[in-house]
């Protein structure tokens, strides 16, 4: 029998309450700030757009100790009144529980999806607890898709300053797409729409003791809904405020989560990503509405500082690393004085390839690899930034879309060199 | 003058001939002995490295990091076949010092006994610098990766500085474990033990930072860690 993870009295409760056919859940740890206005938006979301249907607000904390309990109760005890008597036919109720296990993101998403199960909820969306720009059209574009196009996940689709999100611009979208052949835009975006069956599938996989559990929650569901043909789609959602911060800062722990669960999941998905060629849209609903957003501001100075220092102290880690071609338009690009520095698709795409294999290869220990790619990343984003200096938003976006493709024409190399599981069994006997 | 022939001719003459058929079946038997242990140290050569490939030996050296050592070594064309040379190297070795102890020599018996008692001391020193190797060029990595993604200008210096403390103490260790010098390493020792303890501090300082911050986290603050969520924000 599988572990309960929720206390007999959140089930007693649960028991009470009987079948809900939405739930939204809210992961939060120390957000005190902001989870009100979450709270109220997801309220309001509920009655607003969905009055006929039960639904259920689940806030799982990790622990906080700046009031965030004590926010989303008295945000309900503001707002319900008000809200309950222009638009609901049924309550919204409310729901705040710690959750258990592994600290995490991934612990949370376990207890809102139990508790999805034990309501037998058809949908339900998950959002940050720090959002400063969610509005209740948010919860419907996450769980109409759900509820009423028969998707099992929503992935949220943002407008974003062309330098915020760099690591999702520059590998996990890219590589997500061109493993799996689906273009999710942000696929470890934060919001997300899912079908009771996508959760009770979750639910069955052994991961939640794992560091994909505890770093790469997002990728992980959004790879698996893909991976395992589950119906995606995606749904604009506008700007997402959040604190922006410079690329360049708490990258290299940032990195060996991100794109560990990334290449992990390439393990894990090997059979799938072998067979897919090119890639196809996921559907967007949504008005794709253009909205003034934050700049972010980086310091591409110090970039190419820390590009130049990795490429002369990490060489003997890179020489062991990457293919040799790969290593030599690395050097090449290092050489090129600082005004003129470039770092071409193909280069990066090679590099990223080759990190992926000596991943798979254990070439050397996992985190040394992670860890050193942070100043070829930076070195990515630096001629990123030079290179869309001047350019609009659909610019930018073209050029992403562009190394995209780069990453689409180089698979075979991928394929090729990614030595499989039957043929390694082979050679080792 | 027949005793006399007899006394002194035949006699040496016999026992020199006795003496030398009991000499050549000891050198017989020598030979023999290293032959047999050529052949079975040929063939638990063989034995070991296709179980310890069967059984992905390589693979786990590989991602200790073992395996790219051998290679850049040049010690063998991999870790299981290393590991195989190694058990027949051992194998010929105790026939070797078997056919020597047959010779019933005092000389040869008491080599072989002095060996035998050396034997230990000289394995263990040899997993000390095995061991010792992987545990500073680990740490080496971690002070140069760390450094580096820091902005440190003296990355290099740093990781050099690392391996050199932590590689000296292994030596130290793995000469003290052979009894070479142990005055003269307990005084080098005393030397390079501050500046061990500083290479250590810069190890845990740089290279396990996370670890050690992980630690103290848990140690003195309740409840659970979320710098995870804070970076994944900014995704």
Known sequence: MAEEILEESVRERLGVLGPVEIIVGIPSYNNAQTIGHVVQAAHAGMLKYFPERRALIVNSDGGSRDGTHEAVVQTSLDTQDLLLIRHTLHPVHRLTTPYHGLPGKGSAFRTVFRIAELVQARALAVVDADLRSITPEWFDLLLRPVLEREFDYVAPYYRRHKYDGTITNSIVYPLTRVLYGRRVRQPIGGEFGISGRLVRHFLTRDVWATDVARYGIDIWMTTTAIAENFRVCQSYLGAKIHDPKDPGSDLSAMLVQVVGSVFSLMETYESTWRNVLGSLPAPVFGFPFEVGLEPVPINVTRMLMAFGQGCRDLRPVYEEVLSPGAYRDLMSCAALASDKFALPDEVWVAVIFDFALAYHRRVIDLEHLLKSLTPLYLGWVASFARQTEEETAAQVEERIERLCLAYEQLKSYLITQWPARTQERRSEQ | ?235
């Open chain 2, 1 to 235: 003058m027949k005793q006399l022939w007899e006394q002194a001719i035949v006699e040496p003459l016999r026992e020199l001939g006795h003496q030398a058929v009991v000499s050549l079946s000891s050198l017989m038997g020598v030979l023999l002995l290293i032959l047999l242990g050529l052949m079975v140290g040929w063939l638990a050569k063989e034995l070991v490295y296709r179980v310890l490939r069967l059984l992905r030996f390589d693979r786990l050296c590989d991602r200790l990091g073992i395996g790219s050592e051998v290679g850049r070594l040049g010690l063998a064309r991999s870790c299981s076949y290393l590991a195989g040379q190694i058990v027949q190297g051992i194998i010929i070795l105790a026939a070797l010092l078997a056919g020597l102890n047959a010779t019933r020599s005092q000389w040869t018996q008491g080599l072989v006994q002095r060996f035998f008692l050396y034997l230990p001391h000289l394995l263990a020193a040899i997993v000390i610098l095995v061991l010792g190797a992987l545990v500073t060029r680990f740490l080496g990595r971690s002070v140069l990766i760390a450094a580096v993604n820091a902005g440190m200008p003296s990355a290099r210096l740093l990781a050099g500085l690392t391996r050199f403390f932590v590689m000296t103490l292994v030596v130290v260790a793995a000469l003290d474990e052979i009894g070479i010098s142990r005055t003269t390493i307990i005084v080098t020792f005393a030397i390079l033990f501050g500046g061990v303890v500083a290479a250590a501090a810069i190890a845990v300082g740089l290279g396990a930072r996370d670890l050690a911050r992980d630690f103290l986290q848990s140690q003195f603050r309740a409840g659970p860690k979320a710098e995870a969520d804070n970076t994944r924000r900014h995704l």
